[in-house]
């Protein structure tokens, strides 16, 4: 079993920067295809961003592309997300999942963490 807690989300206005943490504990992040989604009221859950186990591949959305940034501390056992020019349709719960591959669907990720809001203002 993986526990994922996320932190860092909070209101700022467009064009604004967040950084999102995800820690995890009960099993090293470095086995697991590590991801971040987002979702917005009234909507699916949307990919946003995934690394591949060993963090050698990382994958984005074309909306989030230039603007997110994934990364892993190891030592920390947690991820980050760092959200740069935000727009006020980058709003959502954001959360990390952990899965055995990297995908761009939610439904291959086993452990889910209970997410974090962002909020962008115009």
């Known amino acids: 079993q993986v526990q994922l807690v996320e932190s860092g989300g909070g209101s700022v206005q467009a064009g604004g920067s967040l950084r999102l943490s995800c820690a995890a504990s009960g099993r090293t992040l470095r086995n697991y295809a590590m991801a971040w989604f987002r979702q917005a009221p009234g909507k699916e859950r949307e990919f946003v961003a995934a690394?591949?186990?060993?963090?050698?591949?990382?994958y984005y959305a074309d909306s989030v592309k230039a603007r997110f940034t994934v990364s892993r501390d190891n030592a920390k056992n947690t991820i980050y997300l760092q959200v740069s020019g935000l727009k006020p349709e980058d709003t959502a719960v954001y959360y990390c999942?952990?899965?055995?591959?990297?995908?761009?669907?939610?439904?291959?990720?086993?452990?889910w963490g209970q997410g974090t809001q962002v909020t962008v203002s115009s």
């Open positions: 690394f591949s186990p060993n963090g050698a591949d990382t």
């Open positions: 999942a952990a899965g055995s591959r990297a995908a761009r669907y939610w439904t291959h990720y086993a452990f």
